[in-house]
């Protein structure tokens, strides 16, 4: 699990900095999909015996107001399980709340869009590799002076738990 906790100033559409991190592994409840350790590189040997640091990690969630990710719906389902606090907050997706089609890009995959803007990460598909990465994506400066962030913010296609 990674999570960057930033400053972003809305009204001026400003990205602030970090103002807190944190990182942890956990050692799954069931045995470790050999597709899913190829991607990340992680085995049982590095998981046994982790879990997360729930208080740390509910201090953090508490003081956001929103929850960025890339293919939110996917880690969405992920924390709900693992921290309900979640279910009360508001999320938005970068693969999904920025056309990334329509500004030409083949396809909104993370690390494709990683490359094309010349962001590299050591630990692809590593959770705070990834964090680190996605927001340098969502501060890149574009072509007419905005950041991708200020695109995602400003369109307010937040998720809310429905229901």
């Known amino acids: 699990l990674g999570i960057l906790l930033f400053d972003y100033d809305l009204a001026r559409s400003r990205y602030l900095g970090v103002v807190d991190e944190y990182v942890g592994l956990r050692e799954p409840a069931c045995r470790l999909h050999p597709e899913a350790a190829a991607v990340n590189g992680l085995t049982m ?24 990710a890339h293919n939110a719906p996917f880690d969405r389902r992920f924390m709900e399980a ?14 999904s709340g920025i056309n990334w089609l329509a500004k030409g890009f083949p396809n909104r995959r993370l690390q494709d869009l ?7 990460s050591t630990y692809a598909h590593r959770a705070q590799a990834d964090v680190r990465a996605t927001l340098e994506l969502l501060t890149w400066q574009q072509s007419d002076g905005s ?10 296609k937040w998720q809310e738990r429905s229901g």
């Open 45 to 68: 040997g590095d998981l046994r015996g982790r879990c997360l640091d729930h208080p740390r990690v509910i201090t953090l969630l508490q003081r956001t107001d929103l929850l960025i």
């Open 82 to 95: 693992l921290f309900p606090i979640v279910k009360t907050k508001k999320w938005c997706c970068s693969m």
């Open 114 to 120: 990683l490359q094309r803007h010349g962001i590299f």
């Open 147 to 156: 950041t991708y962030l200020a695109e995602l913010l400003g369109r307010q």
